[in-house]
């Protein structure tokens, strides 16, 4: 069961990935964390994590399957991961606050 | 044409979208559906619910059953004006015999082409089918409809419309029309990736619904894009049959060249020779494969020119590690078991049509990917759904004021296109369950249930949307939605009763293709309902006064 | 919706040549594009194939652009005429290799 383990530490991957991607446009940031604007030194760290992230997802796509296989996987993970953020958002931006526990106040 | 570019790009995605829309909804679904189209053959077909199985031995099972074949009598009858003379009553000259099976069949597909004497084409042949029991070779009633994989699934690319080859056609146009769709859509969002995340449920209903609309589409983007391209190419040479029509003579030169390559013959000696164990030539294919660091199953199998001198054995690997569709084949002289050829690792342009074909057919062995083309299908559906109610939104207080029936049509369209299709989707599997086991032409009769569901759908959906004239809410909606939740959970306890494989049994066998098709008919039913609710809630309280108030805003 | 100031006419003939004439010009490349490559020593298949492949693209393009351009007779004359030209070269090539 090693596969279905990386390929769901894949998808996570993509969900935080996408979730702070999200966070970096001021709207969302706003849901998130109430009034105040992020900086944006903030929102330059939030984009790279992300980027950090979801190339992470796309190299534990790889170990799991042929390559051609595994980016497809891994454009798939990436849509259903950012309509998950999108309907967290919609519904329960607060959640997302879980991916700002580090982040600094500003 | 039109002032600028923007609107003529606009023009083009709400006509062209809404026209095309209402088939591209019933590919996007009916694709979707065909992604476990194997599975849905097994709840429809109970006698055949066992756990998929390799390919069986030729020389055991396969020689027997192939032998004990005849050509089917539609196929005869198609043939009987190209004869010179009388059909025979026997056919006893197999020119091909085929295997065909992925990794999801329990069942295996036969195919027995036949030699027809005097026919005015000596190229053509009879063709018989057949399924088999690969552990036995018992042949499984054939006059069961594969519904999932014989009906659904050409649905989805042809409308099971075959005069003239329409339905290819028109979905043709629509997939075309699907990427100008996609391409006006990205010209007219202009806040693409600002607004990527983006719905707001709480504000006005032309408001989320427009959210919906751009968030299916843009995050799905990629998928919608390859699916209708690829789906494209793979019929391109029905769509644009240039090498069989203008560039015939070039094709045949082509033709000629390439089987003095290949070395393979291309006619019968009409000597007979008896076969080699094939059994022994499918190890050696597999040993090859596996020195290719590609070891796999056998996919399809195929005799050429049987029981012939020049007959030879093509034996093709099964695609199931990789996107693309290879088949690797290796090929045999059939009487001698030695290797004629193998072929030719695929050049670059090859390798990218064989991942775009491969993309799109999913012969794979993947289950996640294929759960994630269902989401990429029904997000579609949901981005075309939208994309029809926002035109009646935005269009129905207008329309009501002025008296016109617009936005009622599309309103009525949309219903059919929408809930309809599910209503006719489940009325054939609840058919499937509720029609006697020998009633001749069973499978008609399903079809027959699916297509005057619809018709019923259609009507009611015409009948019922006569407040949207008057810029309300269209009662068909939620009674349909009713219909579908009513119907599934139908479908589902139907199964049970007849087939006495409930919930609890296939979960705790872990027998997943009728666990998933009877888990996926609830979940339809829970969000319908779920649906009807939300639309009820809509109905009740809405006074007479804030309608006109709104009409009088808009 | 987008406010037309055309005519009829002109719309349907619009449309007509965006799928047809955008058919036409297709089936004229794509011809061209298989004789031409297979003289040029591709192999016939992959001539093909590469050609289907780009068609389906060259037709999302010229479509799009049917609607795009302001004058309408220009694009008729380059969708029909150039389709039958790069049909009519594609016979001339293949009748050469024959």
């Known amino acids: 069961m090693p596969e279905a383990l990386l390929l769901s530490l894949a998808a996570l991957l993509c969900l935080i990935g996408m979730g702070w991607l999200a966070l970096a446009l001021n709207v969302h940031w706003k849901q998130v964390r109430g009034a105040a604007s992020r900086g944006v030194f903030t929102a330059r760290r939030l984009r790279a994590m992300a980027a950090l992230a979801l190339l992470s997802a796309l190299l534990l796509c790889l170990k799991v399957d042929h390559a051609t296989m595994a980016s497809l996987v891994w454009v798939m993970v990436l849509a259903a991961a950012a309509l998950a953020v999108a309907l967290m958002l919609a519904w329960r931006p607060r959640w997302l606050a879980v991916l700002l526990a580090r982040a600094p106040h500003r | 044409m039109m002032q600028n570019f923007r609107l003529a790009m606009a023009w083009v995605h709400t006509w062209f979208g809404l026209l095309l829309g209402f088939v591209l909804i019933v590919v996007f679904f009916f694709g979707s559906l065909s992604v476990f189209d194997r599975e849905i053959d097994r709840w429809a077909i109970p006698e055949t619910r066992f756990e998929p199985q390799p390919m069986p031995s030729f020389d055991e099972i396969l020689r027997p059953a192939f032998e004990s074949m005849q050509p089917t009598e539609e196929s005869v009858a198609a043939m009987r004006g190209r004869v010179d003379g009388p059909m025979p009553a026997h056919f006893d000259t197999p020119i091909r015999w085929g295997a065909y099976t992925t990794h999801r069949d329990p069942v295996l597909g036969l195919f027995a082409g036949y030699q027809v004497p005097n026919a005015k084409n000596p190229d053509e042949l009879v063709w018989g089918n057949r399924t088999i029991d690969p552990r036995s070779g018992d042949a499984l009633p054939d006059d069961r409809l594969k519904i999932g994989s014989r009906f659904f699934y050409p649905l989805h690319y042809s409308l099971n419309l075959h005069w003239m080859d329409l339905g290819y056609w028109i979905v043709g146009l629509a997939a075309l029309v699907m990427l100008v769709a996609l391409v006006t859509g990205v010209i007219m969002h202009r806040k693409l990736f600002r607004e990527l995340f983006t719905f707001r449920p709480g504000k006005s209903k032309q408001r989320s619904l427009l959210d919906l609309h751009n968030l299916t589409g843009v995050v799905a983007l990629p998928f919608h894009f390859m699916f209708a391209f690829t789906g494209l190419v793979i019929f391109a040479g029905i769509y644009f049959p240039v090498t069989h029509t203008q560039l015939e003579p070039l094709h045949e030169l082509h033709e000629v060249l390439d089987a003095e390559e290949t070395g393979l013959p291309h006619e019968r000696a009409g000597k007979p020779a008896a076969m080699a164990s094939v059994d022994a030539m499918v190890r050696e294919a597999q040993r090859r494969w596996a020195e290719r660091d590609m070891a796999g199953e056998v996919g399809f199998l195929a005799v050429q020119y049987v029981d012939d001198a020049n007959g030879y054995v093509s034996v093709y690997r099964a695609g199931t590690d990789r996107i693309a569709l290879t088949g690797e084949g290796i090929h045999f002289k059939a009487s001698t078991g030695e290797v004629l050829r193998e072929d030719p690792p695929p050049s670059v342009v090859e390798r990218v049509d064989e991942f775009l074909t491969g993309l799109h057919l999913q012969h794979f062995r993947h289950w996640m990917l294929r759960w994630l083309y269902v989401f990429g299908g029904l997000m579609g559906c949901v981005c075309l759904a939208t994309g029809f109610l926002f035109f009646v939104e935005k269009r129905k207080r207008q329309h009501a004021k002025r008296g016109e029936s617009g936005a009622r049509v599309v309103d009525a369209l949309a219903v059919t296109t929408v809930t309809g299709m599910l209503v006719a989707t489940l009325a054939m599997l609840v058919a499937n369950r509720l029609l006697p086991d020998h009633l001749p032409g069973r499978g008609d009769w399903e079809q027959y249930s699916f297509w005057g569901a619809w018709l019923l759908a259609m009507a009611h959906a015409f009948l019922r949307t006569a407040p949207v004239a008057r810029a309300r809410l269209a009662p068909a909606w939620r009674e349909q939605c009713l219909a579908v939740a009513v119907m599934a959970v139908t479908a589902v306890l139907l199964n049970w009763v007849t087939t006495g494989d409930h919930l609890l049994r296939t979960l705790r066998d872990g027998y997943w293709p009728v666990a998933g098709v009877d888990l996926f008919m609830l979940t339809g039913a829970v969000i319908a309902l779920l649906a009807a609710r939300r639309l009820g809630l809509r109905r009740r309280p809405l006074p007479v006064a804030l309608t006109d108030e709104e009409a009088a805003h808009a | ?98």
Do not use: N
């Not at chain 3, 987008?2 to 297709?26: D, I």
């Not at chain 3, 050609?51 to 795009?68: H, I, N």
């Not at chain 3, 220009?74 to 050469?96: D, N, P, Y």
């Open chain 3, 1 to 98: 919706m987008a406010s037309l100031t055309v005519s009829r006419f002109h719309l349907v003939s619009r449309v007509a040549a965006a799928v047809l004439g955008g058919y036409l010009f297709v089936w004229g490349a794509m011809a061209l594009g298989v004789a031409g490559l297979f003289a040029l020593g591709m192999s016939f298949h992959d001539a093909e194939h590469l050609c289907a492949m780009l068609a389906f693209l060259v037709y999302l393009v010229v479509f799009l652009w049917s609607f795009a351009a302001p004058d309408l007779r220009r694009v008729w004359l380059i969708l029909a005429g150039g389709g039958a030209l790069m049909s009519v070269l594609a016979s001339l090539i293949q009748h050469a290799l024959i």
